[in-house]
């Protein structure tokens, strides 16, 4: 059975760096693309990044791109999320998923969903 165990969030002011860690368990890792999005209260879950199988190839929001870095480390079985700059609307529960390839914003395509880690970011 595939596990995913994201940590690293926290409580942090505007403007610091957070990297988020995702260790993956019960799959060959380097077969599946991984990605990571986030659900903020009262919000729909939303596309972060995404990454291809080995590494490769990234894809990030809008709202993220040129601040967050997706990154892995197939031989770890780990996938990372490192966050810049934060602001207040990166408050969110992140989410790390893996998929057969996929890398884009669908969340239908990712098959396999880690509990989430809670990120604050205060003003």
């Known amino acids: 059975q595939v596990q995913l165990v994201e940590s690293g969030g926290g409580l942090v002011q505007a403007g610091v760096s957070l990297r988020l860690s995702c260790v993956v368990s019960?799959?060959?890792?380097?077969?599946?693309?991984m990605g990571w999005f986030r659900q903020a209260p009262g919000k729909e879950r939303e596309f972060v990044a995404g990454?291809?199988?080995?590494?490769?190839?990234?894809n990030y929001a809008d709202s993220v791109r040129g601040r967050f870095t997706i990154s892995r480390d197939n031989p770890k079985n780990t996938g990372y999320l490192q966050m810049n700059s934060l602001k207040p609307e990166d408050t969110a529960v992140y989410y790390c998923?893996?998929?057969?390839?996929?890398?884009?914003?669908?969340?239908?395509?990712?098959?396999?969903w880690g509990q989430g880690t809670q990120v604050t970011v205060s003003s």
């Open positions: 998923t893996t998929s057969p390839g996929y890398i884009g914003p669908d969340s239908s395509y990712y098959n396999a």
């Open positions: 019960g799959h060959t890792f380097g077969v599946y693309a």
């Open positions: 990454i291809s199988r080995t590494g490769t190839r990234a």
